[in-house]
Each structure stands twice: as C-alpha cells, then as structure tokens.
C-alpha cells in the first residue's frame, strides 16, 4: 500500500487540515558592532529564536525592537516615530520607549521636545528604573540647547567603540575602571551595551560583578535585559546560581524569558524542565516547552508529558517532540494516549514527518 492511501487515511481520521507547526521568523541580529564570542552556539540559539518568536510577535516589542534598530543606524526621526508608537500602546515598554523617543529627538536638534517628553515621563511614571538616566540625558540637552549636533559627538562615540573593542583583547584589566566610568556616564545606547560586553569577554571577577550588578536591575531595564543576554553567551557553570537567582527574583516576563535563552544558550536542559513544570505563566510555560524541543530534549519532554494531566500542555509536548524530530516518541505517545483529541494530534504530527518510524505506524493504523 502506499502513501497516498496513508495520507488520505489521516486525513479521514483528524477531519481537518493538520495544524501546521509553528515557522517563526529568523532570530533578530545583536544590535551594535557587538562580536559575538566564540562559545556561541548559533544553531541552539536559531532553534531558540524560532521557537520564541510568537511571544515576539506583539505590535509593542515590534515597534521598540524597530526603533532601537532605527537608533543604530542614526535614523533618529524613524526612531522617534517607532518609540511613540510604543508610548501609545501603553503596554510594558512606555517608560523605556520615553526615554529612547527623547534621546533620538535630542540627537535631531528637537532638545526642548526631548525636554518637555523626559519631565512627562518623571511626571507619569514616578518610580521608573529610567528615572536616572532620564535626568543625565535632561541635562545633557539642556546643556546643549541651542547647538547644533555636532558630527565629531557622532566621530567620539565612533573613537571610543573602536577604543573599548582594543581594549578587550590587549589590556582587559585596564579597561574594566573604563567600562565602569562609561556605564554610569554615557547616555549613548551603542557605548553602553558595548560596555556590558566587554565585562562579559572578561575572566576577572571583578568584571562579572559589574555585570552580574546590571543583570540583577542595577541600570535602567534595557541595560538589565541586554547583562542578562551577555551572561548567557558563554558555558560558563558558574553563571548558573546567578541566572537562577535572577528569573527567580523577577516578575518581568522579557528578563525571565532572557535568562530561559541563557539557559538554552549553555545547553543546561533541567533549568528549562524545571520551568516547563512549575511556571505559572503560561507563556513562558509554552516557551520553556518549545525550547527543549528546539535541545531535542525527548526525554525531558516525554517525563513532562507522562507527568502533566493539563491537555494543551500536553498538547504543546507533542509540537515540541515534533520539533525534536522524534517520531519515536510521538508513536509512544500515539500508542498510549487515551484522550481522542491528543491522540488524533500525535497522528498528525506523524503525517507530517517522512521517517520509518512514522510511516510504519500510520501503516499500522490502516491496516486495522
């Protein structure tokens, strides 16, 4: 017998077109002239990206992501533009969309709006993380008012990114003072992550305090998500306490899901599991489950599924063990599953994959 009767015969049995797997879009490259270290493990973090990138969907993050890129490449009035389409939806990232839409009217000579929007946020938003950089940023524009930019600030920021770039491969332990002094003073976003990423190319122990000090909410959040992000990047074991202690400690949905990327990133697959089972959010839930199917986690995933009585989390196992490209695992599931919904998905998982495991399964069902 051959395929097409195997496929017409799945067709039957589900009673709909199958639910296509997830195709998220591509992972969004780091902002800045960051090098990327040598420990990255690219393909886990595509996987990773894929996976992740429903969360990312929203107008909101969109919108901040693109004016953030728009302010990396000094297109401040599309910056702006993106950062008050980020305003208007009122969502998590208000309070940092403020600040960046002020920085980039600043930079376009529009000081006394940048002014008038830094006092709203204060005003708005009395207890934002933000409120120190706001204040350093007001300053600066006050001070400049008046001035046209200047292209050697631009040439400066330029100059001292090379600088910081020397400094981690010739003189690290001279550059950390460097990198502490231009994290408290610079408003630039480009110097400041590049900063954070020298102390992460960094063995020195005061180094990984520094970062560890952001990570923790030490700056504004952006900085916070970004330390987090570096800490991520390489296999380091000692990382681990530190990763734990920070989605632990946060509410903050984009900082848990940061550390989860950590975790993925170093192919620590039991902090995942463990978030896969106990975290409230079902989001983050979801994400923790797609990322062991992105670490091809099959065992990991078959003693979440065999333990989990909820039925769309099981559900997303079987996308997940799908992911994994296990159709032996999904013929187990197939086999033992009792509910008819959860057992019709692990058929059409099955119908979708071209492996001897599936075809002879669905060839069994047929041959009934």
Partial sequence: ???????????????????????????????????????????????????????????????????TRFLDRSEWDKAAEAFSAVIQEKGERIEGAYYWKAYALGKSGKRDEAVNLLTELERNHPKSRWLDDARALRVELKQASGQPLSGDIQNDEELKLIALNGLVDTAPDRAIPAVRELLKKSSSPRLRERALFVLAQSDSPAARDILAQYAKGGGNPDLQLKAVEYLGMHRRKENLPLLSEIYNANTDPEIKRRVLRAYANQREKEPILQVARTEKDPDLRREAIMMLGGMRAEPELMQLYGAETDREVRRRIIHAVMAAKSPKSLVEIARKENDPELKREAVRMLSNMKSQEATDYLMELVNK
């Avoid at 998220?24 to 040598?38: I, K, L, S």
């Fill in 1 to 67: 017998m051959n395929r097409w009767i195997i496929s017409l015969f799945a067709a039957g049995m589900l009673h709909a077109q199958p639910a296509p797997v997830p195709r998220p879009e591509p992972p969004q490259p780091p902002r800045g002239p960051v090098r990327p270290g040598p420990n990255i493990d690219i393909d886990i973090q595509s996987k990773i990206d894929m996976a992740m990138s429903k969360a990312f969907g929203r107008g909101e993050e969109r919108n901040y992501r693109s004016g």
